[in-house]
């Protein structure tokens, strides 16, 4: 029990994470940003960014590393609700979750969809859909229990 509280907490850690990344260093136009200034009060991101305007943050952190956290948050929910288990049934959803990051980035870069393209945002969304996967492939397939 322990193991899957541990695992939600992860998940929920690196939603969240992403989210305050957004929420402190974003400009006010990202619509995230408007919701939490219609939800919390008027110049409620203007605030969460002057706490940080001090810091020298590298871009990737603010414009790459968001994406690539919901990333490795959805994989890890995929082989969560899978119980973390690489078989015929949990590959299609993994695959799936993993285009669809893919291509949502790839459909900035054509203007077909908001946003800016980043060759950044594609490796460290593979990055982090890699990170889960190897490690329930070491577990899965070196850790077998006799």
């Known amino acids: 029990m322990k193991y899957r509280?541990?695992?939600?907490?992860?998940?929920?850690?690196?939603?969240?994470?992403?989210?305050?990344?957004?929420?402190?260093?974003?400009?006010?136009?990202?619509?995230?940003?408007?919701?939490?200034?219609?939800?919390?009060?008027?110049?409620?991101?203007?605030?969460?960014?002057?706490?940080?305007?001090?810091?020298?943050?590298?871009?990737?952190?603010?414009?790459?590393?968001?994406?690539?956290l919901w990333m490795m948050a959805l994989i890890t929910l995929i082989l969560f609700i899978w119980d973390f288990k690489l078989n015929v049934r949990s590959i299609p959803w993994i695959v799936s979750a993993i285009l669809t990051g893919l291509t949502l980035e790839i459909f900035q870069g054509?203007?077909?969809?908001?946003?800016?393209?980043?060759?950044s945002d594609l490796i460290l969304i593979v990055i982090a859909a890699i990170c889960p996967l190897s490690f329930t492939f070491i577990k899965q397939f070196t850790c077998k229990t006799m």
Do not use: K
């Not at 695992?7 to 408007?34: D, E, H, K, M, W």
């Not at 409620?44 to 690539?68: K, R, T, V």
């Not at 054509?110 to 946003?115: D, R």
């Open 110 to 119: 054509f203007h077909l969809i908001g946003g800016t393209f980043d060759i």
């Open 5 to 68: 509280i541990g695992v939600l907490f992860f998940i929920i850690t690196c939603l969240l994470s992403g989210t305050l990344i957004y929420a402190f260093a974003r400009p006010g136009t990202i619509y995230l940003n408007q919701w939490l200034d219609q939800i919390v009060g008027d110049n409620f991101q203007q605030n969460l960014s002057a706490m940080i305007s001090g810091f020298e943050i590298p871009g990737w952190i603010i414009y790459s590393l968001p994406d690539a």
